[in-house]
Structures are given as structure tokens and as C-alpha cells.
């Protein structure tokens, strides 16, 4: 699976944003799909996961209320709504494909499949 991450840009503190990532492949489907992120110097946060069907989903509880991760499963494409943005919020968003069926997969060595980032800047 190849992944494509865009959606990214400058947002002022309160604003929203939607993350895109689309998958290359006949297999999106099969796939539980997650968003990370990540500022130099830190490793890689996961902010949200979502199952196969896009029945279950799972959040920390730092962003937990504001985002909302969701999937259109025949456009191969995985999206994260992140409303209520805060300064603490800026990073580089990367998503994952991970071949593991279970939903609750917040370490990244459980992921198989990554995009390339983008960039999120939120100023206060």
C-alpha cells in the first residue's frame, strides 16, 4: 500500500483543518488505518486509528472530542477532522496502514505502510 498525505497548511488557534491520505491498491480496505505526528526532536504521537470498516475508532485523550477520524473505504482514502486546534497541535501529520485487524494499534512499529507527512502549523 502506498500513502499519500495532504491536507495540511496554516491554521490560527480554534481553527479547523481536515487531513486527506489516499491509498494506492486494491488492499485500503483490508488495512486499519492510523494518524501520527511528529516535531523534531520528539518521537512519533499517535493521535488517532480507525478498524477496517470504519466501525471503531480510537483517540488519546489529548485530542480526543477535537479530531475525528473517518474512512471512505471506495475512494481508498482515510481522513482526520481536527477542529479546535491548538498551538501544541503543530507537527508533521503522517498516516499508516497497519495489517493488524485490532484498532487500539497506538505503536508505530505496529504500522507496515507509511505516507510522506504534512506539515501542520497552528499559530496562537
Known amino acids: 500500500v502506498q500513502l499519500q498525505a495532504s491536507g495540511g497548511g496554516l491554521v490560527q488557534a480554534g481553527g479547523s483543518l481536515r487531513l486527506s491520505c489516499a491509498g494506492s491498491?486494491?488492499?485500503?480496505?483490508?488495512?486499519?488505518m492510523g494518524w501520527f505526528r511528529q516535531i523534531p526532536g520528539k518521537e512519533r504521537e499517535f493521535v488517532a486509528s480507525?478498524?477496517?470498516?470504519?466501525?471503531?475508532?480510537n483517540y488519546p485523550d489529548s485530542v480526543k472530542g477535537r479530531f475525528t477520524i473517518s474512512r471512505d473505504n471506495a475512494k481508498n482514502t482515510v481522513y482526520l477532522q481536527m477542529n479546535s486546534l491548538r498551538p501544541e497541535d503543530t507537527a508533521v501529520y503522517y498516516c499508516?496502514?497497519?495489517?493488524?485487524?485490532?484498532?487500539?494499534?497506538?505503536?508505530?512499529?505496529?504500522?507496515?505502510?507509511w505516507g510522506q507527512g504534512t506539515q501542520v502549523t497552528v499559530s496562537s
Open positions: 480507525i478498524s477496517r470498516s470504519g466501525g471503531s475508532t
Open positions: 499508516a496502514a497497519a495489517l493488524l485487524p485490532a484498532v487500539k494499534l497506538t505503536s508505530t512499529r505496529l504500522y507496515n505502510y
Open positions: 491498491g486494491s488492499t485500503f480496505s483490508s488495512h486499519v
